[in-house]
């Protein structure tokens, strides 16, 4: 009987080792297999992405979330604010399962209507704390840096301003633009506001008011500056990336400049996704946030066009954009961007 025993511990013992090392086993070689399975596990159906990211990166998200589930995705694009607004108007009763935009801002306002779903804590646990709300009511998917582009025949590297808030002073007149009616300028503005203070943004967009020349939209202004019109722009990094990826006609007279330094003009912009209480789908939608933060989804940002920063699963940026460690951008709260105070402190100032 004790040898009986002995011999069925041992098979017990070994059954349990080769268990044990066939999952070690397909560690590292089959881990994005498992991502993606365990995000797409069960999920069928279709939902409603509410989008005011760039509609070709979203659709390329789309495709492969698509491919990986069989989730049928409609897309209804707008921006920031247009379809914030919508949303919260419609309330519980919204069609929306997802909404993605560029910039936090917007997510915040839905937010502080209460009509997120809580995000799955692995969707949570592939997003860096720094880069998703402290609340996890919605999460990061992608990430764009504040520049100055500037034409380097009008201003030398010296010359340079040493902070985004100097551009308010009166050396500064007439020489510098940007897109203020735009979402993208007005997360900028938000963050500043965050930083230093409604006094100190007060101040820095009466200065603003005196010294910038308006156009409608980044690469518009960026155009400008590249054409001679003024020395330089206030934008997203990825306009000048992108340009130069295709013809470069439209900034091959321009450099980027960063701030560095946890600048207020350092401020690197936070674009989110989120789940829509009303969702009729809420495992997919939730399924679709973690792919897209996910590597297979991340992996979009690091090998495509849109040059817009990954953040989430580990997942390098793409090779040409500055590495994101090195931008020293400030620590901001995305969840504490207030867009309303914002448009009413540059409706003031007489910038909107």
């Known amino acids: 009987m004790k040898i009986r025993a002995n011999a069925l511990a041992g098979i017990a013992l070994a059954a349990t080792a080769a268990l044990t090392l066939a999952a070690c086993g397909n560690g590292t070689a089959s881990s994005a297999a498992t991502d993606n399975a365990s995000a797409s ?61 560029e910039n ?48 380097k025949n009008k201003i030398s590297d010296d010359k340079l301003p040493k902070s985004m808030l100097d551009l308010a ?16 300028f007005q997360a900028i503005v938000a963050a500043l506001l965050e930083q ?71 401020f690197l912009s936070v674009s989110g996704g989120g789940v829509l209480k009303s969702s ?3 495992a997919a939608a939730q ?3 973690k792919f897209i933060t996910g590597k297979q989804g991340q992996e979009v940002l690091k090998n495509g066009t849109s040059y817009e920063y990954a953040i989430a699963s580990k997942v390098d940026s793409n090779a040409k954009l500055v590495p994101i460690k090195d931008l020293q951008a400030p620590t901001v709260d995305p969840a504490k961007l207030n867009s309303t105070k914002v448009t009413d402190l540059m409706t003031k100032a007489g910038l909107l």
């Not at 379809?83 to 419609?90: F, R």
């Open 169 to 184: 002073k009166p050396e500064w007149k007439g020489r510098w633009a940007a897109s203020p009616s735009g979402a993208d």
């Open 287 to 289: 399924a679709f946030i």
């Open 280 to 282: 009729k789908n809420s």
């Open 104 to 151: 936090s801002p917007a997510m915040a306002q839905v937010e502080n209507a209460g009509l997120f779903a809580d995000i799955d804590k692995a969707t949570v646990d592939q997003v860096p704390a720094e880069y998703r709300p402290s609340t996890n009511k919605w999460t990061g998917i992608a990430a764009r840096s504040t520049v100055l582009v500037y034409d």
């Open 196 to 266: 230093k203070g409604e006094a100190a943004t007060t101040e820095w967009l009466k200065g603003m008011k005196d010294n910038f020349k308006a156009y409608k939209g980044n690469s518009t202004a960026m155009k400008a500056v590249n054409a001679g019109e003024v020395d330089a722009a206030l934008i997203y990094h990825y306009y000048y990336y992108g340009d130069q990826a295709k013809t470069g006609e439209n900034s091959n007279k321009v450099t980027p400049y960063f701030f560095k330094n946890q600048d207020p003009g350092a």
């Open 41 to 101: 596990a069960k999920v069928t159906g279709e939902i409603t992405v509410y989008n005011a990211q760039h509609d070709t990166l979203t659709k390329e998200w789309v495709d492969a979330f698509t491919k990986e589930t069989g989730v049928k995705v409609t897309v209804r694009q707008g921006s920031d604010t247009e379809l914030s607004n919508q949303i919260i108007q419609e309330g519980a009763a919204s069609p929306a399962d997802v909404f993605l935009t």
